[in-house]
C-alpha cells in the first residue's frame, strides 16, 4: 500500500503561481505512474498532469498545458506540480494518486480508474 499527502495549497490571485506537493510513504517501488487530478463541486474529477518514475513521459491536461509542469525529486517520494498563471477556473481540490499501469510515450493519459491510491487532497482557490 502506498500513503500519498498532499500539500501546498491556499489561495492566490489570478495570474499567481502555487506549487503542490505529494509525499509518497509505504511500497513506493510498487507503482509506475503518478498523476495530479482536480475536482470542482458538481464535476467530474479532471486529469491534471502524470509521469513515470524516469521522468521522461509527462502528459498533461489540455486545459494546464504550458501552465502547469509536473517534477520529482531526486529520491523519488516526492512529486511536484508547479502551477502558474492561475485562473479562477483552476479552483478545485487537487489530488495525487498512484497507477502500476506504464504511461506509453506519445499515448494517452491512464484511465482515471488506473488509479489505486489516493491522497486526501489539497485545496486551490484562485481570487479575481
Known amino acids: 500500500q502506498v500513503q500519498l499527502v498532499e500539500s501546498g495549497g491556499g489561495l492566490v490571485q489570478v495570474g499567481g503561481s502555487l506549487r503542490l506537493s505529494c509525499a509518497a510513504s509505504g511500497r513506493t517501488l510498487d507503482f509506475n505512474t503518478l498523476g495530479w487530478f482536480r475536482q470542482s463541486p458538481g464535476k467530474e474529477r479532471e486529469f491534471v498532469a502524470a509521469?513515470?518514475?524516469?521522468?521522461?513521459?509527462?502528459p498533461y491536461g489540455n486545459s494546464v498545458q504550458g501552465r502547469f509542469k509536473i517534477s520529482r525529486n531526486s529520491a523519488k517520494d516526492t512529486v511536484y506540480l508547479q502551477m502558474n498563471d492561475l485562473k479562477p477556473e483552476d479552483t478545485a481540490l487537487y489530488y495525487c494518486?498512484?497507477?502500476?499501469?506504464?504511461?506509453?510515450?506519445?499515448?494517452?493519459?491512464?484511465?482515471?480508474?488506473?488509479?489505486?491510491?489516493w491522497g486526501q487532497g489539497t485545496q486551490v482557490t484562485v481570487s479575481s
Open positions: 509521469m513515470n518514475w524516469r521522468g521522461d513521459i509527462k
Open positions: 494518486a498512484t497507477s502500476t499501469v506504464f504511461l506509453q510515450r506519445g499515448g494517452q493519459p491512464l484511465n482515471i480508474r488506473d488509479y489505486a491510491s
